[in-house]
């Protein structure tokens, strides 16, 4: 059973948005408030980039491209992150996996297709 389960991917029309969520429901709280989580995305040629990042003061970053239209979110009562996406462009298009850095591991999730249309 997943540490992480993601939900919210789809398809939308550039311009749109869409909100990813990944929950960490079997992650106890302090593992959870207490972890660096975030998104890669993967696209066909396999090359997984990272999307977005918040640390456990919730200080956060962002690849150049998603900068001013993605924003990554956490909350820790519901032990979830998100990634709300506004301004979706075609070149998002990509299946994004939530992560998990524990201690010396990195969690994943299964991965949510994201496909935004022209």
Do not use: H
Request: glycine content about 12%; overall charge positive; some cysteine.
């Amino acid at each position: 059973q997943r540490q992480l389960v993601e939900s919210g991917g789809g398809s939308v029309q550039a311009g749109g948005s869409l909100r990813l969520a990944c929950k960490a429901s079997r992650m106890i709280l302090s593992t959870f408030t207490g972890s660096t989580m975030g998104w890669y995305r993967q696209g066909p040629e396999n090359k997984r980039e990272l999307v977005a990042a918040i640390g456990p003061g919730r200080t956060t970053n962002y690849v150049d491209s998603v900068k001013g239209r993605f924003t990554i979110s956490k909350d820790n009562t519901r032990k979830t992150i998100y990634l709300q996406m506004n301004s979706l462009k075609p070149e998002d298009t990509d299946v994004y996996f939530c992560y998990a850095d524990i201690q010396d591991e990195r969690f994943w999730g299964q991965g949510i297709q994201v496909t935004v249309s022209s």
